[in-house]
C-alpha cells in the first residue's frame, strides 16, 4: 500500500520560493505516476505537476508551467515541488498523490488513488 506524506509548506511574500516534499513508501513498478495538486477554499482539487517514476518524464498544468518544477530522488523515494515566483493565489493546501496508471498531459484527481495529508502554502501580497 502506497503512503504518502508532504512536507515543507509554510507562509512566504509573493514573488518568493517554497520546495514541497512527498515522502513516499510502499511505491512499486505498478506506480506509473506521481503528482502534486492543490486545493483552495470553495474550490475544487486541481492538478499541478505530474512525474513518471521510472524515467523521471514531467508534465504540468498552464497555472504553473514555467514556474514549478516537479523532481523525485529515487535513493530517498522523495518526490518535491519546486516553487518559484509564488503568488497570492497560489495559496492552498498542497497534497501529493499516486497512480498506478500512466501520466498525461490532462491531470485528473479521479485517475489518483493514493493521497497524502497535505500542507498548507500560503502567499502573501
Known amino acids: 500500500q502506497v503512503q504518502l506524506v508532504e512536507s515543507g509548506g509554510g507562509s512566504v511574500q509573493a514573488g518568493g520560493s517554497l520546495r514541497l516534499s512527498c515522502a513516499a513508501s510502499g511505491i512499486s513498478d505498478i506506480t506509473r505516476c506521481i503528482g502534486w495538486f492543490r486545493q483552495a477554499p470553495g474550490k475544487e482539487r486541481e492538478g499541478l505537476a505530474t512525474?513518471?517514476?521510472?524515467?523521471?518524464?514531467?508534465y504540468y498544468t498552464y497555472p504553473v508551467k514555467g514556474r514549478f518544477t516537479i523532481s523525485q530522488n529515487n535513493a530517498t523515494s522523495t518526490i518535491y515541488l519546486q516553487m518559484n515566483s509564488l503568488k497570492p493565489e497560489d495559496t492552498a493546501m498542497y497534497y501529493c498523490a499516486a497512480s498506478g496508471g500512466y501520466c498525461s498531459a490532462t491531470i485528473s484527481t479521479r485517475d489518483f488513488s493514493s493521497w497524502g495529508q497535505g500542507t498548507q502554502v500560503t502567499v502573501s501580497s
Open positions: 512525474i513518471i517514476p521510472r524515467d523521471g518524464s514531467a
